[in-house]
């Protein structure tokens, strides 16, 4: 389908906007339904953008609003190149796009290049015989002797990660569900394609892309059988551990080290428009090695965010200082995404049982932290997951593996923009997912305003970041944890940020590093030193200090 071209206005080129930046993730199903069909759209997008530009953040992400049978909620892609009607058209995407410039914020998309939807054209054509023009578009291949699957490999949400095709009499690989074929970057044309999507978008004035599942974009093509993974190693970071997924050392399904040539052909196609990208390293064991591997040498994506900071267990002090020396030793000059939550994980304050204390601190420790940010929808309200009735269950996921697993659907629940309203203004009709009655007392009209809100202390750490440029572009010293408090210290641009994190439930007294140090943070919640340097850290405290120091020379 053609498409007048787009009337967005632009923001100057800067090819250094990611760095540091703050990503506020937009979930649109749930963020703002304008037509009353229970249902998130672009307009609504457009209308609650000032929501986002007055929480401080630089940039937006939005999943995708593809045309798409919607078996995996926009993940599932038909057609790359057009808006699907339950989100609106694409005039509304480049309303979307004017008024996010007008509020001086960078637009980023969800671009799905691993699988399409088994309606996209490509498919249905592949799938006719093992002739035609793109018999070679997916990954297909002959089943063994005995008719079984060609290897061992297994799909993230659940059973093999191939399905039975007859017209071809072959199978093709899916890693996610069988309606989620997976498309073989082994062939040119199909990059070629994939890379014109990209430059689409880019035409019409987005400013980047987050990439989903970016490490499972080839496939080994012997596709040689992964080995079993030790069940003292299996965690359930990327899958649920009732799912036989976490079984297996992914070694030959995904991470295959053809992806860095076909990453710097995607870095090319970006760099004219200064854009930048993101990707979601998807793998339990190598995720920050992964990522290094990918955002550095500055040829390939800018940044990718792994799973450290999104698995089951808190991110305790002992947690990251392991991560960050996992990362200093992969690759120091790799550039992170930090998040604690998204779309497909259980919301952080109810994945770690955080109280509101220790919520609000690891907000400012989000902000500290060398990389760029994430923040999810409803994060800055303080939203905990949702608890779905399996009747109301619209995540695949969730209803195969319930009750064990209940799914992605108590994350995505809709925005609560205000209280009075049974479906807290996000919409007229009857909603894909209920509003919970707790989120209706979080709502963010119901928070504005209130300095002792969640919503008002993200918006002064937000603010604490940009007006402290180390935060955002500053060099981090190694992580160390002494027991519950973790500290390190931030430096460039002329001063130096020393912080301690309580990431404990109980007091923690720490020494104040020697020298002239000024404290900070105080609006924040932040503690001071006390008589002789000592500071004394309530639980889920912190402590934030400053002083400057000489700039290196020229």
Known sequence: MSHPPSTARRLPVDPDWWRGAVIYQIYPRSFQDTNGDGVGDLAGIAQRLDHIAGLGADAIWISPFFTSPMKDFGYDVSDYCDVDPMFGTMADFDRVVDRAHDLGLRVMIDLVLSHTSDKHPWFVESRRDRTNPKADWYVWADPRPDGTPPNNWLSVFGGSAWQWHPG??????????????????????????????????????????????????????????NPALPPALRNDSIAPKVNPYNHQIHLFSKNQPENLAFLKRFRAVLEPFGAAAVGEVGDAQRGLEIMAEYTSGGDKVQMCYPFELLQPTRADAAVLATTFDRLAQAAPDAWPCWAFSNHDTVRHVTRWGLSDAGLRAYAVLLVCLRGSLCLYQGEELGLPEADIAFDDLQDPYGIEFWPEFKGRDGCRTPMPWEPSNRNGGFSDGKPWLPVPPDHLRRSAAGQAGDAGSMLEHYRRALAFRRAHPVLVTGAMGPVTARGDVACFTRTGAGEEIWAAFNLGAGEATIAAPSGAWDALGAGLGASAPGAGGVITLAPWGFALLRRVVARAAA
Do not use: M
Request: hydrophobic letters at 40%.
């Open 168 to 225: 071809r009499e072959q199978y093709y690989l899916h890693n996610f569900l069988t309606s989620q074929p997976d498309l073989n970057l082994h062939h040119a044309p199909v990059q070629d394609a994939l890379l014109d999507v990209a430059r689409f978008w880019l035409d019409r004035g987005v400013d980047g892309f987050r990439l989903d599942t970016i490490n499972f974009y080839f496939a080994d093509k012997y596709l040689r059988d």
